[in-house]
Each structure stands twice: as C-alpha cells, then as structure tokens.
C-alpha cells in the first residue's frame, strides 16, 4: 500500500538546523523590534517522518500552526491509508467487483486527481497498481513474484476501469480483487493540505516535509524562501544539488528509498505498469511543483516514463521543473531550473 511507506532514507534534506528560534525581523524606530520565530518538530506519520517546520509572530502561533499540520496529516491518514481498514479507500477496495462506494468528496479528489496524474504521464502514474504493490511488497516480503502470478495481476490494474460517479460520490472498481494505492501521490497531497491548515492558524511561513515530499510556503527570515538539498542516489551521505524554494512543493522517487539485491539486481519499489517489475530507467526523479500532489504524482510517473520521454513531458508542462538522474548516473535539469540549483 499507500500511504504506509517505510522509506529507509530521505530523499531531501530541509536545510532549517533550529528547533526554536526568536529573530529581530528588522528596527521599528527605537521602540519594538518585531521578533520572528522559526520552530521545528517531527512525529512519525504514514509510516514516515513528518518534519514541520514553522515560522510565526511568536511561539504560541508557532506551536498552534505546527499540532493543526500535524492533525492534518493525521486525519488524511485515517481517511486514504489502506492499511487501516475503516479507511474510505479500504472500503472502496473490499467493495471491488460489489458495488459503487460513497466516498467524501476529498478521497473523490484525490482519485480525480490520480486519474488526471495517469493521463500526464501516459499510465505511468497508475493509482490501481495495489495488486502488484502488494505482491512484490518490497521491504517486508523480498520475494519476487513470478511471471504467472504477474500475469494473474493484469487485468486488475488497469486504471482506466476506475469508475468515477462525481454526481454520485461514488468510486467503484469493477473487477474482484482490484485496489487502488495512492502511496505514489498521498503524502504530497497531505503536505499541500497541511500547509493550508497551519497558514489558517496563522503561521506566516513553514515547511512540511513527509520524508521526500515536501511542501514550503511563506520565507524563512533573511532568506528568499526555504533551501532544500537533493541526495544523491547513490551516494548517501551527499547531496547532488542545493535549490531554494519559495511557495513551491519538491519530490523525489528514488529507486534507493525502498528495495532488495537479488543476484546483483536492485528490485525496488517503483512499478512499471507495462510489466508490473521495477521501472528500469531512472535511479532517482525530483520534481517541483506549485502543488505537492503534482510534484509526488509525477516523481513516480516521470520515474517509469524514463529519463528522455519524462524530462519531455516536464518542459511541456509550465510550473513544472526536474532533476532526472538516469540508470547510469547521467543528471538532466530541466530548462527553468539550472539557474537557481547550487553547488553543495
Ligand atoms: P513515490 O515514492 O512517490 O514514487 O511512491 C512510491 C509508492 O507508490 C510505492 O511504494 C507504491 O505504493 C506506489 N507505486 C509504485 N509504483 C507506482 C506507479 N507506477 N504508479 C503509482 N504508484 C506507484
Ligand atoms: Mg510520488
């Protein structure tokens, strides 16, 4: 599944080292000096850990803006996490060749969303994969699924069975056995709606980081937004690149997050939908986006695209950029990003 995603390591780093910090935010005359405060604390959340960082007036809006981004996460969990099975997703999977599911219109969102994400990246991005997610189960099975078994799968991840009733509410999937897995875009979709509710509470800058998606909004004092360093895919402890965001979401699918060695082979966590086996053409994707659901939809969808058709579809798009790193270790930077990645 989904949203219940055990990364073994960050994809990207939030370069913000306070935990609370009080900073003179400029001299009015000789009296007040208005103070800014920035504060950082993380839970673990959808199997991951949730890092929020938040800047405010003082620390009381700080701490009320940080527990309502937490909640958020929270509450989205309970609602799209298909290990837990009074989620809403759980029941449109156990209802899978039964019936049509009434659903909120949040979790009918998010699926539109999915779907739209599916038709960008040409399948790529395939919400109803849950099968094959299941059967490789990279981290805690390690097994490899053989070929008559990933025949069997097939023809219960294809996407465009997914039956929407928008004026219904409903989500049905028409064959038994079918399930939908929106580990692939949830969490960039939580740290969207998690900003929302700490700007609501007042904060006037923040972070909102699910282990590699991430979402920034406002600036952190004296800089032009939030500094954001990418991993390098096969090296650990280093970064590739550093960037700066500003009002912007970043993701990155990573063949390096979650997987097994098998004779040599890397079998990770990232499905090829044409052949239900790891996507072969990329070691990592970073994408960002004015939207987290954007950028975690197509982290995973360019991920199986490839290097060449993905990094295409990202410079058709506007407000779009990547950093594509391909299966031998070639880096491509889309065209509106070069200017403002920095060296380490
Ligand atoms: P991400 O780290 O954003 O690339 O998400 C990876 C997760 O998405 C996996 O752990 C699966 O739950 C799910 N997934 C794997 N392959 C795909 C795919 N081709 N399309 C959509 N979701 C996928
Ligand atoms: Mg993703």
Known sequence: MALDIRKSCSSLIILVRCFVVV???????????????????AQMHMGTLVTITVVSSDSSTG???TQAGFDEIKRLEQL?????????????N???????VKVSQETLDLVVRSLEMAQLTHGGFNIALGPAVEAWNVMDQQQIPNDKELQRLRPLVNWTHIRIDKEAGTIFLPHEGMRLDVGGIGKGYAADRAVEKMKQAGATGGVVALSGDIKTFGVLPDRKGFPVGIRHPRQEDSLLTLVELKEEAIST???????????GVRYHHILDPQTLLPARGCQSVTIIAKEGIVADGLDTG???LGPESGMALVER????????????????????????????
């Open 317 to 344: 798009l506007s407000d779009v950029e990547a950093i594509i790193v391909d299966n031998e270790g070639k880096i491509t930077v889309s065209s509106g990003l070069r200017h403002r990645l920095r060296v380490p």
């Open 80 to 92: 799209l996490s298909t290990w837990r099975s009074d989620s809403e997703l759980s029941r449109v």
């Open 302 to 304: 360019i991920f199986v």
């Open 23 to 41: 900073v003179a935010a400029g001299c009015v005359g000789t009296h007040s000096v208005p103070q800014v405060t920035v504060s950082k604390r």
């Open 253 to 263: 699918a990573g063949d390096y997050e979650r997987f097994f060695e098998r004779d």
């Open 94 to 100: 156990a209802e899978a060749g039964r019936f049509p």
């Open 63 to 65: 701490n009320v803006a």
